[in-house]
């Protein structure tokens, strides 16, 4: 299955760990709007 997951927030990240974990062979894709240098945010900003 393609999962795309908007957003690299708390939920988001959750969300596409969760999926990984129950099928291994689920194709994730993680869209974030922030730049893969930006240092802020919720704490763990999963950015490129």
Known sequence: MRINV???GP???YF???MK???PSHNI???E???PDDTFGW???FSG
């Open 6 to 8: 908007i957003g690299g």
């Open 11 to 13: 939920a988001g990240l």
């Open 16 to 18: 596409a760990l969760l």
């Open 21 to 23: 974990k129950r099928d």
């Open 29 to 31: 894709v993680l869209f």
């Open 33 to 35: 709007r922030n730049a």
């Open 43 to 45: 704490g763990v900003v």
